[in-house]
């Protein structure tokens, strides 16, 4: 079954403790994507990767970091969380640029106490 | 810069009713237009999409048409069922050729009562 899995779903953490929020998918896909949803913002992009070793920063990068080790795994690190950083993610893959369909994980649930 | 604006909800129904939830955009181009459905508990699933002008996107009984000359991509369906409850998201990717992502409304969230 093609998907994208993130682990965890949910988390609770104290400001300043680094985390890592992992993503995979199997669908072979060279674009990868976060982003982070708050209630009346809607979903906004974090940061994106085109394949292999080349990330770019979204609309809300600030406080993130993520690597592209592998074509399959984008983890999202928090090298130190903020309670503005409390939120729900949302790892994405794409066939770009065959197709601009976005593939969503399950989501993440994040508080940063 | 590209931006959506949809109605916020809770768009409340009654099972069997007409669903209009009404999209409209700014963007320079030509933008691919969707729409996203998140259930409970889930990620966001595509329901539908169109790609040029006149377009009309459909699945699950839902349509779409995209409609250049008003800007807008209004979700609708004729008879709206209680697990048709979520919240949904119009979103557009710009014309541009990069590879950023796409932009999202801020969601609409409705409620299907039997």
């Known amino acids: 079954e093609a998907q994208v899995t993130q682990n965890p779903r949910y988390l609770i953490t104290v400001t300043g403790k680094k985390l890592t929020v992992t993503c995979s998918q199997n669908?072979?896909?060279?674009?990868m994507s976060w982003y982070r949803q708050d209630p009346g913002l809607g979903l906004r992009q974090i940061y994106y990767?085109?394949?292999?070793?080349?990330?770019d920063k979204g609309d809300v990068p600030e406080g993130y970091k993520v690597s592209r080790k592998e074509k399959r795994n984008f983890p999202l690190i928090l090298e130190s969380p903020s309670p503005n950083q409390t939120s729900l993610y949302f790892c994405?893959?794409?066939?770009?640029?065959?197709?601009?369909?976005?593939?969503f994980g399950p989501g993440t649930r994040l508080t940063v106490t | 810069g590209d931006s959506v604006t949809q109605m916020e909800g809770p768009v409340t129904l009654s099972e069997e009713a007409f669903l209009t939830i009404n999209c409209t955009y700014t963007?320079?181009?030509?933008?691919?237009l969707f729409w996203y459905v998140q259930y409970p508990g889930e990620g966001l699933q595509l329901l539908l999409k169109?790609?040029?002008?006149?377009d009309k996107g459909s699945n699950k009984g839902f349509e779409a048409t995209y409609r250049k000359e008003t800007t807008s991509f209004h979700l609708e369906k004729g008879s709206v069922q209680v697990s048709d409850s979520a919240v949904y998201f119009c979103?557009?990717?710009?014309?541009?050729?990069?590879?950023?992502?796409?932009?999202f409304g801020k969601g609409t969230h409705l409620i299907i009562q039997p």
């Open positions: 963007a320079t181009g030509y933008p691919s």
């Open positions: 979103a557009l990717r710009g014309s541009g050729g990069g590879a950023d992502g796409l932009t």
């Open positions: 169109a790609t040029k002008a006149d």
């Open positions: 994405a893959s794409s066939n770009f640029p065959n197709s601009y369909e976005q593939y």
């Open positions: 669908m072979n896909h060279e674009y």
């Open positions: 990767s085109m394949n292999v070793e080349v990330t």
